[in-house]
């Protein structure tokens, strides 16, 4: 998915189940602020990068996958699990038969140290020398096995200048260690969130709410060579001036939260009003805010 925008262009229909991280804050660790987590989520990223420089694509991107993975193709499909991602990116006529090699350029990690994220530029090389040139987002979990992706995109860009400098990370203000607990809240918060900014998108218009509900860190794919970053200037990119009104409405089919209840990956469907046929495309969003009883603010999609 380029942005949610292209909804009003790519139909499908979804019918997803409810998921949720297992565990809690218990004690709270004083100013480490995870920069060593976020350090080997960085680290995990560029190894598998530097392995699938001698693989074909579909092997090297499914080596990062966990098992339920979702994956969603800028024609607004979405995929779940691991051997069905894998054989949707086989599928992809820029990257079966090519090798992929990528570098990050930021990443964010939770409270807990336990999810966080990556985005980067990544170059498709196929065998008869062709180049195509992506972006890519990921939101990762850290498993017995090591850091694992949970939810992937990329899109391709056009050719430019495109900064490949490491942005600083996205770090919380704390950090905390966690136990094994049912609570469901945080997982609720975040569909609630979601929901919110689609409602107050029929109001106030989609540029307004994409304004009000991210902020200067966040990140969207975009439409130019580099990443857009800022709420401002991913509503003026994606939508130009304000006016009110939607023609597109979206909510959650699923949730995962990291145990901090600070960081969040939500997937679902944006659809098309008033469409005949129903149109609808799908969507993940990576959310963040600063403590669990703090507003969430999307952060990347």
């Not at 790519?10 to 995870?34: C, D, E, I, K, T």
């Not at 196929?126 to 899109?155: H, N, S, T």
């Amino acid at each position: 998915m380029k942005t949610r925008l292209t909804a009003l262009m790519f139909s499908m229909g979804l019918a997803l189940p409810y998921a949720m991280s297992a565990a809690h804050p218990v004690q709270a660790q004083g100013a480490v602020h995870r920069q060593a987590d976020v350090d080997a989520l960085l680290t995990a990223d560029r190894a598998f990068a530097a392995a699938a420089e001698s693989q074909a694509s579909p092997v090297a991107l499914g080596a990062m996958f966990g098992p339920d993975v979702i994956f969603t193709t800028e024609e607004g499909k979405l995929f779940r699990g691991k051997q069905a991602v894998v054989a949707a990116i086989a599928a992809d006529p820029a990257l079966s038969g090519a090798n992929v090699t990528w570098q990050p350029v930021r990443g964010g990690i939770s409270a807990d140290g336990q999810h966080g994220f990556s985005f980067g530029f990544m170059t498709a090389r196929a065998v008869d020398g062709g180049e195509f040139q992506l972006k890519y987002l990921a939101y990762w979990i850290r498993r017995p096995e090591g850091w694992r992706i949970a939810g992937y995109k990329y899109v391709r860009r056009p050719d430019g200048d495109v900064p490949t400098g490491i942005m600083a990370p996205l770090l919380p203000n704390h950090a905390i260690s966690v136990e094994p607990a049912s609570s469901d809240h945080h997982a609720e918060s975040l569909v609630a969130a979601e929901k919110g900014f689609s409602d107050e998108a029929q109001t106030v218009g989609l540029a307004a709410a994409f304004a009000r509900h991210g902020g200067p860190d966040s990140m969207n794919m975009g439409r130019k060579a580099a990443f857009t970053i800022g709420s401002e200037n991913i509503a003026r990119e994606l939508f130009g001036a304000p006016r009110p009104g939607s023609p597109i409405q979206w909510s959650s089919d699923g949730v995962l939260v990291a145990s901090s209840g600070d960081l969040g990956l939500s997937w679902g469907a944006i659809r098309l009003k008033n469409a005949n046929p129903p149109q609808a495309i799908a969507f993940f969003t990576i959310w963040r805010r600063d403590g669990p009883n703090e507003p969430w603010r999307y952060i990347a999609e």
